[in-house]
């Protein structure tokens, strides 16, 4: 009997119970949507993760006053300021694996619009600040060097900020607000950023030039830098190189003799982010382990009601047998009716997971992956559990015999 | 006679020789269903195989229905000894030179009559077309042609075994093996049935029919009694005519063999 024929007669039989196909497949059903839903879900938690870290600077490493168990994002606070404006500058020219390096210095201040005013973070910088983190301008302009070398009271805003100041929508360049005090002129709006990894809102915050943020907002000893040094890799793989060599003509600068801790830390960010990856992806995992156990036992309902189907079915096995099918043409036949379930249960499966997949992404706002090398294998999962789990019952069916099945009640 | 070749006799369609078939329930306890049946059955003819329950003749069916392999002798189907083939061997046997008519219809449930039909064809990997031709015509040949999307549940007993025999009929088997097929039936469809067979009978096709009844034995040509796994007589006799009486109004709906006698 050819195959087209076997399964039409499988898809007969099937249909003759459409109910207990239907939920038959059911497991199989919600079982390959789980194992798709559940992936997307992981790799969309991992893109964001990584949109996260990229949002942050790429090749971003972070040197700060004091050892690495002191002291924090916020420039040290608490600690003695270690680093220097020459250390700086060194880092900038003399590394070759580094090729921005910007002093980064905030603090939380209020500002003042003429109707509002917003408390936020006020940062000091300089150029070097915006390459590194691939912060561009969406409306106006960067301030210039040479307003960092004035020291003018101009800065550029995030977007956060000049909602809650002017509303949504209103472009600010051109106005002025004032900083402890002080009047500034708004220059530019930056692009939104969205958030840290630790869920930081990265446009709430003005950015001005470091010199005038000295003058203005928060002064300090004229030598050390009163913050942190961002720094901006060549690349992704020179990272850890220029971690060594910042760590190197560092110690050099500070003449620290050997055995004796930094007394200054180095961050790197690409490391964090690996960490975190890693994190997603053993929930990733985790998901889709807890889904695939939601197939298997899927599976195990098709070997189920086979199992009773095959004994119901002993008389209509033995009318088959009787009329001339051979025991490989039942075994096919109950073959491809746990094949046919499966895979159907397979496809339904697979736009129902992408359906979840797709409302899921829309709700936690996270980019739609759907992954076809887990859609094949799911499919062909199903499919090798339909005939593993097809193939007892099947096999049992075909070693009925004709007389035992026909007499029997 | 023994085994080796068999003298090519005219018209012999199948030969027992010294059948034996002994059932092991396990434990040492044996049951002997045949004791040694020997028995020549001819192209055409119409046996009623009778006896007491228990006799052997389920069991002499299924042998002579390649169903089942005797436990020890011969069976010699055309020319061919067929008593040590293999399973699917004896499937396509089945497929090829039999019809079964069983007492309890054994029709699919939940699926037409015409499907029902076509299953042979189905098995003997006949094309759609050639299908749906050969089941219609089987249909219209026990008179059951308008109700061939019907299904099982949806026809009465004598409907449901027509169906059944058209089903055996549809391969254009060389013999019809009928147990007990008009067990659960009423008289009147019992001689619509054997009129069917006698029909059959005399276009070609063997029919054994195993019955309980002197009355549906006496359609048969020929009558073969057993007792105790053994054949204790077997003769020849003239069949009765089954002739189908007049049919009352509610008759009508049940269906009257079509065309009738010749
Ligand atoms: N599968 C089996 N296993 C064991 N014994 C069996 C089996 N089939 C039949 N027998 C025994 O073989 C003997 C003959 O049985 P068989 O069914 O051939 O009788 P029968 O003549 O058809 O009877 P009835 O008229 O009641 O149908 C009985 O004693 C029965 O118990
Ligand atoms: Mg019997």
Redesign the pocket.
């Known amino acids: 009997m050819n195959p087209w024929v076997t399964f039409k007669v499988a898809l007969r039989a099937l249909l003759r119970n459409k109910t207990r196909s239907g939920l038959t497949m059911l497991g199989i059903v919600i079982g390959v949507s789980a194992v798709i839903a559940m992936v997307a879900i992981g790799e969309g938690a991992k893109v964001k993760v990584a949109q996260a870290f990229d949002a942050m600077g790429t090749n971003l490493l972070i040197v700060m006053s004091g050892s690495t168990q002191g002291g924090g994002m916020r420039g040290g606070a608490g600690t003695m300021p270690t680093l220097t404006w020459g250390d700086l500058a060194s880092v900038r020219t003399e590394v070759s694996s580094v090729k921005y390096a910007a002093p980064v210095c905030q603090t939380g201040a209020s500002i003042q619009s003429d109707e509002q005013n917003w408390t936020t973070m006020i940062v000091g910088t300089s150029l070097d600040y915006f390459a590194i983190r691939n912060w561009a301008i969406d409306k106006g302009a960067l301030f210039s060097q040479a307003d960092i070398d004035s020291g003018s009271k101009v800065l550029v805003m995030g977007t956060t900020v000049a909602e809650k100041l002017y509303g949504a929508g209103v472009d600010p360049t051109g106005r002025t607000i004032r900083v402890r005090g002080s009047p500034f002129q708004i220059v530019g709006l930056l692009t939104s950023k969205g958030q840290s990894p630790m869920g930081q809102d990265y446009d709430d915050a003005v950015v001005m030039p470091v010199t005038t943020f000295r003058a203005k907002i928060q002064g300090g000893l004229a030598q050390y830098i009163p913050g942190v040094v961002f720094v901006g890799a060549t690349s992704s793989k020179t990272t850890s190189r220029a971690q060594r060599d910042i760590e190197d003509l560092l110690r050099d600068r500070h003449h620290l003799q050997p055995g004796i801790e930094s007394d200054f830390s180095i961050r790197n960010l690409s490391e964090l982010a690996g960490a975190s990856q890693q994190g997603t992806q053993v929930m990733t995992s985790l998901l889709a382990a807890v889904a695939a156990v939601s197939l298997l036992v899927g599976g195990i309902g098709i070997m189920n009601i086979l199992l009773v189907s095959v004994t119901e079915r002993t008389r209509e096995i033995g009318v088959r047998m009787a009329i001339g099918a051979k025991p490989r043409t039942i075994l096919a036949q109950f073959l491809v009716e746990a094949l046919t379930l499966a895979v159907m249960g397979g496809v339904v499966g697979i736009g129902l997971g992408i359906f979840v997949a797709q409302r899921l992404a829309a709700s936690f706002q996270w980019p739609l992956l759907i992954r076809g090398d887990i859609i094949v294998l799911a499919v062909g999962f199903s499919a090798a559990i339909g005939i593993g789990f097809g193939l007892y019952p099947a096999w049992k069916a075909s070693r009925l015999d004709p007389?035992?099945a026909l007499?029997y009640e | 006679m023994a085994t080796g070749e068999q003298p090519i006799e005219p018209n012999v369609l199948l030969r027992l020789d010294g059948v034996t078939?002994v059932?092991s329930?396990g434990d040492g306890v044996e049951?002997h269903?045949l004791r040694g049946v020997s028995l020549t059955v001819h192209t055409g003819e119409f046996v009623a195989v009778m006896?007491?329950?228990?006799?052997?003749?389920?069991?002499?069916?299924s042998l002579l229905g390649c169903l089942d392999r005797p436990t020890s002798g011969a069976y010699f189907l055309e020319g061919r000894d067929v008593s040590r083939l293999s399973r699917n061997e004896l499937a396509d046997v089945r497929n090829r030179t039999m019809g079964f008519v069983f007492q309890s219809f054994n029709l699919l449930s939940r699926t037409s009559a015409k499907e029902n039909v076509e299953l042979p064809l189905l098995y003997a990997g006949a094309s759609t077309k050639v299908r749906k031709e050969r089941a219609m015509e089987a249909l219209g040949r026990v008179g059951l042609a308008d109700r061939s999307n019907h299904h099982p549940n949806q026809l009465s007993g004598g409907q449901q075994q027509r169906v059944a025999i058209a089903r055996a009929l549809v391969n254009q088997p060389r013999i019809l093996l009928a147990?007990?097929p008009t067990g659960n039936l009423d008289s009147r469809t019992s001689i619509e049935i054997m009129a069917l067979f006698q029909e059959l009978g005399r276009s070609g096709i063997t029919v054994v029919v195993?019955t309980?009844e002197p009355d549906i034995a006496a359609y048969a040509t020929r009558v073969v009694m057993?007792r105790d796994?053994r054949v204790v007589d077997d003769h020849r006799q003239v069949p009765l005519a089954a002739v189908v009486p007049p049919a009352t109004v509610e008759d009508v709906e049940g269906g009257v063999l079509a065309g009738g006698a010749p």
Not at chain 2, 53 to 59: A, D, I, M, N, V
């Open positions: 007389i035992d007499r | 078939k059932y329930l049951v269903a006896g007491a329950s228990g006799s052997g003749k389920s069991t002499l069916m147990d007990e195993v309980h057993m796994g």
